[in-house]
Structure formats: C-alpha cells, structure tokens
C-alpha cells in the first residue's frame, strides 16, 4: 500500500483571473521519494475536472504556467508534477559542458519508471484531500473526470500511462485517467507501432512541429513523433503539426524565447482548452470544432496540420 502525506503547503499567489497557486511537497514513504506539485485553483464553488501535467526532461513543476494558469481559468483544476531524478536539479548545479551529458544520463529506465509510478502516487494523494476538510482540494475536485498531458520525457510518461506496451506486451496504464494531451510524442522504438499502441482507445491529442527534434538526440527524426497519431486506433484522435515548431516550441523555457513563435503558445492554448472540455466536460459544441478543418480562434497559419480519426 502507498502511504503518503503531504510536508509542505504554500499558497504563492492569486492572479487577476482568480486563480490560486499552491505548491505542495509530497512524501512517498514506500518509495522513499518526495516531489513537489504545483496547483493551479480555479475559482467558483464545485467540484472540477483534473488536469495533470508532467514535465520534460529537466523540467519542474514551475514550468509551463502558461498553460496551468490557462487551464485553471477554463475551470479545470491544474496540478503540474515535478520528477524527482529526471527534473531541473540533475542539470543546475553541473558544469555547463556537462549539462547535455547529465541530462542523457537522466533520461534513463530507471527515470521513466519513477514517472510512471509517481501518476498514480499524485491521484492517490488527490484523492485522499477531496474529503479532508482541512484541505484547500475539499470538495473542489472531480476526480471521475482526470486528464494527463506532458511534454517530451513528460509526453513519453503519458504515453506509458495510456497503456503503452512494453517490450514484453505488458502495459501500465491507470483507468483513472481519461483523456490524453502528448506534445512531442514518442514513436516506439521497438516493435510495429500499431501494436505497440494498440490500447490507446483513450481520446489524445497529439501535438509537435516539422523541426521539433531532440535537444538530447541529435539523430531522431522530427518526423517520427507523427507516428504516434498514425499507429493509433481509430476514434477521437487529433493532431497538430506546427510548420515551424522546435522542440522547445511547447514549453516556456527561456533557452530558446528568441527562436519562439508568438502564435504557437496562443494556438496550444485554444486547442488544448476545446480538447479538455469535449472530452472531461462532454461539450458536444468543442467535439465538433474539433473535428472541423476550421478551427476558429486557434491562431493557426498556412503550412500547419490538423487532422482527426
């Protein structure tokens, strides 16, 4: 049995939409292993949607506020996991030109397992606090309804929580999570991609871009992380393809602001937001502009993609 408790609870801010942040410290005492998660809180009274989200490589639970504070304000409870051993510590305090080594090292077995184990740990703890009075999560969480989404080694652990195969034909997916979001998936590496993800029954959105390659890999093809959409069954699936998109492009790292598009954030929000609410509010109204070769107010251009199946 997973024991947990949180040790750490800071309230940092309430933005001009009125939406709480909280950081959190969480203690995995079977594992050994604390993590911090930072909360998004929308207003209004009643339970809401959840919406988790994991990190890349090198990350933490700071990153991508633009979407947290977006989301919260759409009415969906934002919780952003930071991945002890895979996070921004295994590169601040290395020498610069041992960074890129300490983050392949980091992208390991090892590390994706934790990930795929710290998903459930964070819903167990989510669903300990729905009916603890003294929690700011009291009654404000609508746990029949969760969303997982990440970026990079975060897109790869949500793959893994989708039902993923291994090598072995085992999966590890949670049944809890409902709906999917992997900017900068992962195509497989091992074994035809149809079966590999052949339990991907679950609605996804797929989202990369033409130039969106690795920071870590200098020899996968941007190209193969559109397998992902194409390999997968049939039924309430999307994708995105940006025309100019990097890596970087989902993410708010300063690293590479300069090279950033303007439009791209503004146009992973709009869509990102329709997604959430077909599929964790059943809005029949988003369902359909999604599928619509038409998507209005989603800031995309000529040369970009949106498909369906």
Request: glycine content about 8%; proline content about 5%; charged content about 25%.
């Amino acid at each position: 049995m997973i024991r947990f408790f949180f040790i750490l609870s800071t309230a940092l801010s309430i933005s001009a939409a009125a939406v709480e942040i909280r950081d959190f410290e969480l203690r995995d005492e079977d594992r050994d292993r604390s993590m911090m998660i930072r909360a998004y809180l929308p207003e209004g009274e009643g339970a809401k949607p959840v919406v988790l989200f994991s990190h890349g490589l090198g990350g933490s639970h700071k990153g991508n506020a633009y979407l947290g504070n977006a989301w919260a304000e759409s009415g969906f409870v934002s919780v952003f996991l930071q991945h002890p051993g895979s996070d921004a510590e295994v590169w601040k305090h290395v020498p610069r030109l041992q960074r890129m080594q300490a983050l392949r090292d980091a992208a390991s077995l090892e590390q994706a397992l934790a990930r795929m184990r710290d998903v459930p740990f964070v819903i167990d703890w989510l669903e300990s606090q729905v009916a603890d009075t003294s929690s700011p999560f009291y009654e404000q969480l609508d746990l029949e309804h969760i969303g997982l989404s990440g970026h990079s080694f975060g897109a790869a652990t949500s793959q893994a929580m989708a039902g993923q195969k291994t090598p072995r034909g085992k999966s590890f997916g949670d049944e809890r999570i409902d709906a999917f979001i992997l900017m900068s998936p992962s195509a497989s590496k091992w074994g035809k991609g149809t079966e590999v993800f052949s339990n991907f029954t679950k609605p996804m959105l797929f989202m990369t871009g033409e130039l969106d390659g690795s920071p870590i890999d200098a020899g996968l093809d941007p190209a193969s992380r559109q397998e992902v959409f194409h390999d997968s069954p049939d039924g309430d699936k999307f994708q995105l393809v940006f025309s100019d998109a990097e890596h970087l492009a989902f993410s708010d790292s300063a690293w590479r602001d300069d090279a950033r598009n303007p439009r791209h954030h503004p146009a992973i929000v709009s869509l990102t937001e329709l997604f959430w609410k077909a599929y964790l509010l059943d809005d029949a109204s988003a369902k359909a502009v999604l599928q619509s070769s038409e998507i209005s107010d989603a800031h995309l251009e000529e040369g970009d993609t949106w498909e369906w199946k």
